[in-house]
């Protein structure tokens, strides 16, 4: 397994490595949960100093916890709550500086301090959305959110 710190290139290089990674591990697999459980512990693996990722997916216009790294969380987010909520109400990713300055921010670990939160969308249907949360501020940036939206396009080809 690939972890950033031990790869010398650069962020987007990086990102291109893990992409491929999920590619390999998925692609003859046709499950959603297996996929879903491989991308989080993959990204798990890949992301620096990450405190929780994973996938909420829709059910009932709510997002239902699925597969993830990290410690428990809330099970169930109604559409346009929370971070998770709000993405994919808006149909867009949301990456939060700071999540004690999101109004309505769900704090299921109260370390979480920044958030990025990717919409997963197949055929205009809504599926859910990756989640990542991080324990210091400012955490993602745009090469994040690019990259991760990159990672989220593979992922659905298999979903």
């Known amino acids: ?16 490595l893990v992409i491929k990674q999920l590619e390999a591990l998925i692609e003859d697999e046709p499950n959603r949960i297996a996929n879903l459980s491989n991308a989080s512990a993959l990204l798990n693996q890949f992301l620096e100093t990450i405190n929780w990722v994973g996938f909420y997916l829709v059910e009932n216009d709510q997002l239902v916890l699925g597969p993830f790294q990290g410690l428990p969380a809330c099970v169930r987010i109604p559409f346009g709550k929370g971070v998770c909520g709000t993405a994919i109400a808006e149909r867009k990713t949301i990456r939060v500086e700071d999540v004690n300055q999101f109004p309505g921010h769900i704090a299921c670990d109260s370390a979480s301090q920044s958030e990025i939160v990717v919409p997963i969308i197949k055929n205009e249907e809504l599926i859910g959305v990756l989640d990542i949360d991080s324990p210091i501020t400012n955490r993602f940036d745009e090469v994040d959110e690019i990259q991760l939206g990159r990672f989220v396009e593979v992922l659905v080809k298999y979903l």
Not at 11 to 16: A, C, F, G, T
């Open 1 to 16: 397994m690939f972890h950033a710190s031990a790869y010398q290139g650069t962020k987007e290089e990086k990102y291109q």
